[in-house]
T-cell receptor, first 114, second 114 residues
Framework: QKEVEQDPGPLSVPEGAIVSLNCTYS??????FMWYRQYSRKGPELLMY????GNKEDGRFTAQVDKSSKYISLFIRDSQPSDSATYLC??????????????FGKGTHLIIQP | KAGVTQTPRYLIKTRGQQVTLSCSPI?????VSWYQQTPGQGLQFLFE???????NKGNFPGRFSGRQFSNSRSEMNVSTLELGDSALYLC?????????????FGEGSRLTVL
């Protein structure tokens, strides 16, 4: 079993829809959770950063962490074609990664249809 | 504020050669991490440097090495290149002083080994 599981997609939704992206993990030591967006041939861009359980909202993006279920989510409201990208979840037991660095999911390829 | 800068962006090498990649972190950031991204394995942690010292190292062979200079700029070196070393090499920086632990990535250096 991989430490972080993420559905690779592709996930295709119409413009304006609410998008839900998810990751599950097995390491209960993870406390720091991140979502990155990566456009083709670009580096990952940090979207959301959360510590421990709970919700965090930033504009059209909401991140949720449920440590009891080892499950994290990213919601995108009013999705736009420019949101089409690969979304990577990442997590760690220590700020910035620690001994093992950040552990990443494989990424979900999201397509927003105009 | 300038982001993380990586050079070169693209390079082609042949098996057995060695390569050096460079990374300039965000101004004021003292921690630099390196990751390898491949379609099969996703993002994997190589190492982290802080104040010119390697603080953490991932599970990669000794052919992969790095260093950090007094101005926080970092280089990584891969010797005796193998076909499997073809990947996007990503550098990430963070402030390195306690929380928060957000990592900010550069655009990457895409290495092709022939």
């Amino acid at each position: 079993q991989k430490e972080v599981e993420q559905d690779p997609g592709p996930l295709s939704v119409p413009e304006g829809a609410i998008v839900s992206l998810n990751c599950t993990y097995s390491n209960s030591a993870f406390q720091y959770f991140m979502w990155y967006r990566q456009y083709s041939r670009k580096g990952p861009e940090l979207l959301m950063y959360t510590y421990s359980s709970g919700n965090k909202e930033d504009g059209r993006f909401t991140a949720q962490v449920d440590k009891s279920s080892k499950y994290i989510s990213l919601f995108i409201r009013d999705s736009q074609p420019s949101d089409s990208a690969t979304y990577l979840c990442a997590m760690s037991a220590f700020p910035g990664g620690g001994a093992d660095g950040l552990t990443f999911g494989k990424g979900t390829h999201l397509i927003i249809q105009p | 504020k300038a982001g993380v800068t990586q050079t070169p962006r693209y390079l082609i090498k042949t098996r057995g050669q060695q390569v050096t990649l460079s990374c300039s972190p965000i101004s004021g950031h003292r921690s630099v991490s390196w990751y390898q991204q491949t379609p099969g394995q996703g993002l994997q942690f190589l190492f982290e440097y802080f104040s010119e010292t390697q603080r953490n190292k991932g599970n990669f062979p000794g052919r992969f090495s790095g260093r950090q200079f007094s101005n926080s700029r970092s280089e990584m070196n891969v010797s005796t290149l193998e076909l499997g070393d073809s990947a996007l090499y990503l550098c990430a920086s963070r402030s390195g002083t306690g929380s928060p632990g957000e990592l900010f990535f550069g655009e990457g250096s895409r290495l092709t080994v022939l």
